[in-house]
């Protein structure tokens, strides 16, 4: 079964520095999808970012970016320049391709400090 | 865009109830997956409705059901109320195409169910 560990119940930041959460994903298959999802007291979940494992290339949206180790099975979240709307949990998440569920970590709680 | 709009946002039963929770997903999406988020957790995986049917579920009991109706809109029934099933309740809506996986799921902002 795949299991997606984040290993970091919380993460603190200061506004305008950078900071990188971890995860850790545990699978055999060789064609798959990774996400980071964030999730404000809205409650809405909002995906950030997208990896396709076949893809070399580490995916970068604006301020975030990921550290893609594939043989590692590890999937990091980079967010620069952090700012106070930042501030979330944030969800690693594992998707087999022509499978139907997605695996979602505990998550990480990310505050960001003024 | 509405986006995907869950109801009822907040929602208190009594152990042994039936309760029934609603989803609609957002526009030209086809397919619904529901998650439950217990507290301080990741959610997880209940099922997901595509063409009317379950295509796939995740390790819950029968007490979990599910409908999709023709405008893709979808229920999520739950029967015999435990404790345990108080949680954050998910519905995430995509656009599923042949032979490929489903695109980016967008998600709900979900309903609260307390169970006293």
């Known amino acids: 079964a795949q299991t997606v560990t984040q290993s970091q119940p919380e993460m603190s930041v200061q506004e305008a520095e950078t900071v990188t959460l971890s995860c850790t994903y545990d699978?055999?298959?060789?064609?798959?999808?990774l996400f980071w999802y964030k999730q404000p007291p809205s409650r809405q979940m909002i995906l950030v970012i997208r990896q396709e494992a076949y893809k070399q290339q580490n995916a970068t949206e604006n301020r975030f970016s990921v550290n893609f180790q594939k043989a590692a099975k590890s999937f990091s979240l980079k967010i620069s320049d952090s700012q106070l709307g930042d501030a979330a949990m944030y969800f690693c998440a594992y998707y087999r391709y022509n499978n139907n569920d997605m695996r979602f970590g505990a998550g990480t709680r990310l505050t960001v400090k003024p | 865009d509405a986006g995907v709009t869950q109801s009822p946002t907040h929602l208190i039963k009594t152990r042994g109830q039936q309760v029934t929770l609603r989803c609609s997903p957002k526009?030209?999406?086809?397919?619904v997956s529901w998650y439950q988020q217990a507290l301080g957790q990741g959610p997880q995986f209940i099922f997901q409705y595509y063409e009317e049917e379950e295509r796939q579920r995740g390790n819950f009991p029968d007490r979990f059901s599910g409908h999709q109706f023709p405008n893709y809109s979808s229920e999520l029934n739950v029967n015999a109320l435990l404790l345990g099933d108080s949680a954050l309740y998910l519905c995430a809506s995509s656009l599923a195409r042949q032979g490929f996986m489903n695109t980016e799921a967008f998600f709900g902002q979900g309903t609260r169910l307390t169970v006293v």
């Open positions: 699978t055999s298959e060789s064609d798959y999808y």
């Open positions: 526009s030209g999406h086809d397919t």
